[in-house]
């Protein structure tokens, strides 16, 4: 059973679609017994950093996720659930799960394109994905796929090994992040056709170890 954490923040319904479209077993929830006994977690969200750090210590759901990742568990962040697995975030100054080392950024307000363009923020809409290390999550994914953005704050994790891909929205930032028994994602897998679809089946088939 797959795990898809409920703690009050947005995209939980199209996760669990998709999921159950592939073929696999999820629930979303909150109960703390129930992400214990879940083979697998996906933790993902739209919203403010602040709010939902605040919703994660009212439900004791950080513990949990923290437990996960000792327990060596297969752990997937989606947007909002990637940014919150870092140390920091700029978004509300929130002090954030310190899973992974590194800050959130907000993209500079005054953003421009190469033709010197102003670009609008939130990123929002189709991207690619650059720089793509192995790994078994990644592995049908190519330059030349897209994936759909929704974000004005990113990932910048400390150690650079621990970024699995790039993307460039005038700056290049992490869309991709992974460490041992945890992958996150910048974009929305669930809602990026062909080429999501097959990230979050590798997810679900992803022994980590």
């Known amino acids: 059973m797959i795990a898809i954490i409920n703690y009050d923040a947005g995209n939980l319904a199209s996760v669990e679609r998709a ?24 933790f993902p969200g739209v919203g403010a950093a602040g709010t ?7 439900l004791a759901l950080d513990l949990a996720i923290k437990q996960a990742v000792v327990d060596g568990k297969p752990i997937l962040g989606i947007c909002l659930g990637t940014q919150i697995i870092m140390e920091y975030s700029e978004e509300n100054e929130t002090q954030c799960l310190k899973i992974i080392d590194g800050v959130v950024k ?15 923020i939130p990123h929002m809409g189709w991207n690619g994905l650059e720089n793509i290390k192995k790994h078994p999550v990644l592995s049908d994914l190519h330059e030349d796929d897209e994936f759909y953005f929704v974000h004005g704050y990113y990932p910048y994790p400390t150690n650079s090994e621990h970024v699995l891909s790039t993307t460039d929205y005038a700056i290049s930032f992490a ?35």
């Open 175 to 209: 869309s991709v992040i992974g460490f041992n028994n945890i992958i996150a994602t910048q974009f929305h897998p669930e809602k990026s056709g062909r080429p999501g679809l097959s990230f979050l089946k590798n997810f679900c088939l992803w022994n980590p170890g």
């Open 52 to 58: 939902a750090m605040d919703s994660l210590k009212r």
């Open 19 to 42: 999921v159950s479209y592939l073929g696999f077993k999820c629930i979303v929830t909150n109960d703390i017994k129930t992400i214990y006994g879940a083979e697998r977690i996906i």
């Open 106 to 120: 907000a993209f500079p307000p005054d953003i421009k394109s190469g033709d010197g363009s102003r670009l609008k």
